[in-house]
């Protein structure tokens, strides 16, 4: 089982960065796959970035591309997720998930089998 913990949410000006962390408690594997996803007020849960564990692939939902960048630390166990100019619709709770297998739709939350509480991020204009 592996549990992950998210930090780094917080208040900034739109144009802004933050970057969140997602700590992995518990043994990950090289077939394992880190996702990022959020959730505004009234709206449904959306995919924003994955990366790989083993090779270190990402992937990014297109509203994100070219502003947010996804990186993984093998040693901590941890994900990152570096989001630069930020925009108030980038306001939303952060979910860290984990998808313990190689297969299924990485944008899916569906096909994700452990999640962190979340972490607000709020992005003022």
């Known amino acids: 089982q592996v549990q992950p913990v998210e930090s780094g949410g917080g208040l900034v000006q739109a144009g802004g960065s933050l970057r969140l962390s997602c700590a992995a408690s518990?043994?990950?594997?090289?077939?394992?796959?880190m996702g990022w996803f959020r959730q505004a007020p009234g709206k449904e849960r959306e995919f924003v970035a994955a990366?790989?564990?083993?090779?270190?692939?990402?992937y990014y939902a297109d509203s994100v591309k070219g502003r947010f960048t996804i990186s993984r630390a093998f040693a901590k166990n941890t994900v990152y997720l570096q989001m630069s100019s930020l925009k108030p619709e980038d306001t939303a709770v952060y979910y860290c998930?984990?998808?313990?297998?190689?297969?299924?739709?990485?944008?899916?939350?569906?096909?994700?089998?452990?999640w962190g509480q979340g972490t607000q991020v709020t992005v003022s204009s």
């Open positions: 990366v790989s564990w083993g090779f270190g692939y990402t």
């Open positions: 518990g043994r990950t594997s090289s077939g394992y796959t």
């Open positions: 998930a984990v998808r313990a297998r190689n297969s299924g739709n990485y944008q899916s939350a569906a096909d994700y089998d452990y």
